[in-house]
């Protein structure tokens, strides 16, 4: 008997509504369903038990990065249905719902897997791992920072900054947007460092491959009293813009490639074109 776990945006009416109406379809084939809201599960450690076939998710992006936080350890699907502003990683319209979990049923579509990066502070046994990026942000009331970066163990480049991130292809339409960096296809196996904000000309984004080991660290200010500045040069790290921890000068945080995947159920291959074009606008004329 397959099992549904549906995770909803409850600040959306829309969205509320769907996961009733897909609970109750589900539940007239037979399906065992289970709803939460979104930020309760994203306090979870990992999927309830028994464990689920499928994790829905009803509502922007972010939505969906809780589910796929949850799901991924577990290697299970992931179907999002998008209620939000972008949605470049929900796969479907809402209106769209009932026929793809009757594909689903029926083993007729298809899984894409995407890569996922994870985060280690100073080689400490537990990870932080995201599907978008993992970020080391200044706090909003600090100085700029120094960032000090080394790849695979040499040194690459250091340079002031409000932060930097470490993005995979899927991030790439995410907060690596903001910093420059190239929109690349969710298919692609690749990870993009960028700067965030950074003051110098020389900082420029940087695509790697998924074997690369991105390495990071808080350089001091050499003209300030360590004692008294460590709190304002400590770095916020996070993923996926949650499970935040915080870095002090001279910790190093070491990205990698996740062992995880998250694995999204797709319909449409030419889907990641269109949304380029419709969302983002490309291809429209600002002078009509």
């Keep these: 008997m397959k099992r549904v776990l549906i995770i909803y945006h409850a600040g959306k009416p829309s969205a509320a509504q769907a996961a009733e109406q897909a609970r109750h379809w589900l539940e007239s084939h037979n399906c065992p369903v289970s709803l939460v809201d979104q930020q309760e599960a994203a306090r979870w450690e990992s999927l309830p038990s028994p464990t689920p076939d499928l994790v829905v998710c009803l509502g922007g992006d972010g939505t969906l990065l809780t589910g796929a936080w949850l799901a991924a350890p577990a290697n299970i699907p992931v179907l ?35 890569l996922m990066i994870q985060a280690r502070v100073d080689h400490e046994p537990n990870a932080i791992y995201g599907l978008n990026e993992i970020a080391m942000l200044r706090a909003p009331t600090a100085p700029m920072l120094t960032f000090g970066i080394r790849i695979n163990g040499r ?69 300030e009293d360590v ?3 460590i709190d304002r040069q400590e770095a916020l790290l996070t993923a996926d813009g949650n499970r935040h921890r915080v870095v002090a000068p001279g910790q190093v945080v070491e990205i990698t490639q996740s062992p995880y995947k998250t694995r999204l159920l797709v319909f449409n291959e030419g889907d990641f074109l269109e949304k380029l074009r419709n969302r983002l606008l490309w291809g429209a004329r600002v002078n009509e």
């Design 80 to 114: 999002g249905a998008h209620l939000g502003r972008f949605g470049f990683i929900a796969q479907i319209r809402p209106e769209n719902l009932q026929s793809a979990l009757q594909s689903w049923f029926q083993g007729e579509c298809q899984i894409q897997e995407r």
């Design 155 to 223: 040194e690459l480049t250091s340079y002031p900054a409000d932060g930097t991130l470490v993005s995979t292809s899927t991030g790439s339409t995410g907060y690596a947007l903001s910093t420059g960096a190239p929109v690349m296809h969710p298919e692609v196996q690749a990870m993009i460092l960028a700067a965030i904000s950074p003051h110098t000309l020389g900082a420029r984004p940087l695509v790697l491959p998924p074997s690369a080991t991105v390495s990071i660290t808080i350089e001091p200010h050499p003209n």
């Design 227 to 229: 004692g008294s500045a």
